[in-house]
Nanobody, 121 residues
Framework: QVQLVESGGGLVQAGGSLRLSCAASGRVFSFNDMGWYRQSPGKERELVANIRRNGNTNYADSVVGRFTISRDNLKDTVNLQMNSLRPEDTAVYYC???????????????WGQGTQVTVSS
């Protein structure tokens, strides 16, 4: 199975920056899409940013121009650079990695435990 280790969450003032990192490990045929989701109390979990193996990205409208997602295919890691943070960015951020197993090359998802990001006003 695949394990995800997240790091980089914390408390920051509005306008500040944080960088989240997620390291994936496991015996897989390939790691495909890698992304970050977030969820705040009383709200549905939402996609923040996603990056494909070829580097193509997509972002939630609310973070365009402020967040940048990147990946290192050799290290099996995905990062999220968050700049100009706002209080409404406060949430638990989850890493999600799509992968294919060797057996039948089945497509599956793995989720991290989540890391808290708190932005104070």
């Amino acid at each position: 199975q695949v394990q995800l280790v997240e790091s980089g969450g914390g408390l920051v003032q509005a306008g500040g920056s944080l960088r989240l990192s997620c390291a994936a490990s496991g015996r897989v045929f390939s790691f495909n899409d890698m992304g970050w989701y977030r969820q705040s109390p009383g709200k549905e979990r939402e996609l923040v940013a996603n990056i494909r193996r070829n580097g193509n990205t997509n972002y939630a409208d609310s973070v365009v121009g402020r967040f940048t997602i990147s990946r290192d295919n050799l290290k099996d890691t995905v990062n999220l650079q968050m700049n100009s943070l706002r209080p409404e960015d406060t949430a638990v951020y989850y890493c999600k990695v799509q992968f294919q197993e060797h057996l039948f090359r089945s497509v599956r998802d793995s989720w991290g435990q989540g890391t808290q990001v708190t932005v104070s006003s």
